[in-house]
């Protein structure tokens, strides 16, 4: 795509609403800048960047002990670590290996930037040397944003949500991410979620400096989550792995990690909603390599979606919660994006990988797309934001009223496309497209154009 056209496409869509203006401003995301990083003409050279330590398996949270340093502040979220004995753990560990620790606990769901901006305030005042995030995703992002802002004081958030934009780190505090939940992988990514509750937009930060020194991988903290969250994350870990290998920075190094991540969670991910813990201590690796493949190879819409829907109703009572929103709308996108036939071609490689059969191209997308709808009735998640509950379950009549969907359609939709994720996507939606799409994920039809 030429920059004449890139360029033309953005302010096509700047000038549909004045909001995205500010969100343009906001978040300074550009085609360019990633274009320019990953496929301009002649332009070979690609990074792929991972911990550079990682513990896996069953006690591996005591990898703590060996940690060198002074000081260590923990960063948790709500109470299941605690209740669970595994933040008293980590607690402990730390100061086997000499650390004075300070806790930052109630980091809530879908961190704020308020909540970011409180605990880099508490890390400039106690000034560790090591940062432990442990927990889900959200006290792992939130902590990510926290290093950014305890490292160099003076940042604003704008600034930390310009794509590939944040300084270097490491001159203060080294990250250690242990998670607890089998999704996000924010532990091996380059990625963090915060949302801005005023403008109910959750902005991804992006730059390879968050990628944590250190990743902690024990199965032994995923097997408390509860049914919910093993469909939600599961999916949210299935939608990395296809959207990392059909990316458009896709390389050989992504690949097999997000072909077997694939493989895992389709043998693994419905009997571990189920119970089976054997099945859940695999799930905890697989969304891991999905999380590796995506951190080098970006994702596409169907997080840009999930992003910019994901608390734009938040003032009816719910949020859409991030793995459900991407369940719900993978296979709108993928029927979008095999328009492309290089997407599709790819597709079709997911579809061999998962044996699924089919003869043609379009024959192994429809039955990719069928076999997602399907994981989806097993999980217990619903096929459309129309029928999406307050409570994540499906029912008759969603929690989002469709006068108020389609009055914000345009918006979210324009939101969307300036997503830091947008520019990976195999097929760039205009703003037209871009809200049919999301008219397809409200009603659950078809996508034909």
Known sequence: MTKLVKCYKIINVIFSNYSVLMAAIFINITREKLYKKY??????????????????????LEALKSFEGKKAIICVGGGSMKRFGFLDKAEAYLKEAGMEVKLFEGIEPDPSVETVMKGAAAMAEFEPDWIVAIGGGSPIDA?????????????????????????KLRKKAHFCAISSTSGTATEVTAFSIITDYEKGIKYPIADFEIT????????????TMPQKLVAHTGMDAMTHAIEAYVSTANSDFTDPLALHAIEMIQHDLIDSYNGDMAKRDAMHNAQCLAGMAFSNALLGIVHSMAHKTGAAFADYGAHIIHGAANAMYLPKVIAFNAKDETAKERYGVIADFMKLGGETLDEKVELLIKYLRGMNDDLNIPHCIKNYGADSYPTEQGFVPEEVFLERLPEIAANAILDACTGSNPRQPSQEEMEKLLKCCYYDTEVDF
């Open 212 to 223: 944590p020194d250190v990743a902690i991988v024990d199965p032994e903290l995923a097997e």
């Open 143 to 167: 902590a990510k944003a926290m290093w950014i802002k305890y490292e160099y004081p003076d940042i604003t958030f704008e600034d930390m949500c310009k794509v590939f934009g944040i300084p």
């Open 39 to 60: 496929h301009m003409e002649g332009f070979t050279m690609q990074r792929f960047t991972l911990p550079r330590d990682l513990y896996h398996g069953k006690g591996a």
